[in-house]
T-cell receptor, first 114, second 115 residues
Framework: AQSVSQHNHHVILSEAASLELGCNYS??????LFWYVQYPGQHLQLLLK??????LVKGIKGFEAEFIKSKFSFNLRKPSVQWSDTAEYFC????????????FGSGTRLSIRP | EAGVVQSPRYKIIEKKQPVAFWCNPI?????LYWYRQNLGQGPELLIR????????DSQLPKDRFSAERLKGVDSTLKIQPAELGDSAVYLC?????????????FGPGTRLTVL
């Protein structure tokens, strides 16, 4: 079955540490890839997306993600986190071959120690 | 630009009772989605509308769930009767395209508790 895996359920970092959250998917073929973020008490917001072109995508608030097709991965990175990055992060994938159904990962909770 | 509006924000009901959720998408967005998000999980698609047409309802438990999007704008999701396992956050999202592959904009959700 098609799936999206986020292996880190809870990540705890200190401010200024570097961040990398993993996302792997099981689809073949053409995909659209997304990272959404949910800050405490707020709704899901788009952080960044990849549709085509440069596999290194830059999003809001200094986040970036790299699409590595051979590894079926779309990991999220930030060189220096801030306390305000505390949130839940969801990777999502739409496969062109699956009737355009979006599948979300189970999320990674990021806690930043001030 | 106003975002996706959902109401109510919270709902507590007893099992076997009916419940309804309402969603108003971003103006001009043709595609509307309903999701269910269980605690500790990502959202799971229940139904996708393109204008008035439900183009993907394969994940909607049709024995107790129903949805409508009259006039292709706002939408209602209903559960009748509710079961304990229906406790979750119900999210509505919308997008401007009709391919199903566009960026989705989410509402704040309705947190349903079934006692």
């Amino acid at each position: 079955a098609q799936s999206v895996s986020q292996h880190n359920h809870h990540v705890i970092l200190s401010e200024a540490a570097s961040l990398e959250l993993g996302c792997n998917y099981s689809y073949g073929g053409t995909v659209n890839l997304f990272w959404y973020v949910q800050y405490p008490g707020q709704h899901l917001q788009l952080l960044l997306k990849y549709f085509s072109g440069d596999p290194l995508v830059k999003g809001i608030k200094g986040f970036e993600a790299e699409f590595i097709k051979s590894k079926f991965s779309f990991n999220l990175r930030k060189p220096s986190v801030q306390w305000s990055d505390t949130a839940e992060y969801f990777c999502a994938v739409i496969s062109y071959s699956s009737a355009s159904k979006i599948i979300f990962g189970s999320g990674t909770r990021l806690s930043i120690r001030p | 630009e106003a975002g996706v509006v959902q109401s109510p924000r919270y709902k507590i009901i007893e099992k076997k009772q009916p419940v309804a959720f309402w969603c108003n998408p971003i103006s001009g967005h043709n595609t509307l989605y309903w999701y269910r998000q269980n605690l500790g999980q990502g959202p799971e698609l229940l139904i996708r509308y393109e204008n008035e047409e439900a183009v993907d309802d394969s994940q909607l438990p049709k024995d107790r769930f129903s949805a409508e999007r009259l006039k292709g704008v706002d939408s209602t999701l209903k559960i009748q009767p509710a079961e304990l396992g229906d406790s979750a956050v119900y999210l509505c999202a919308s997008s401007s395209g009709t391919s199903g592959r566009d960026t989705q904009y989410f509402g704040p959700g309705t947190r349903l508790t079934v006692l």
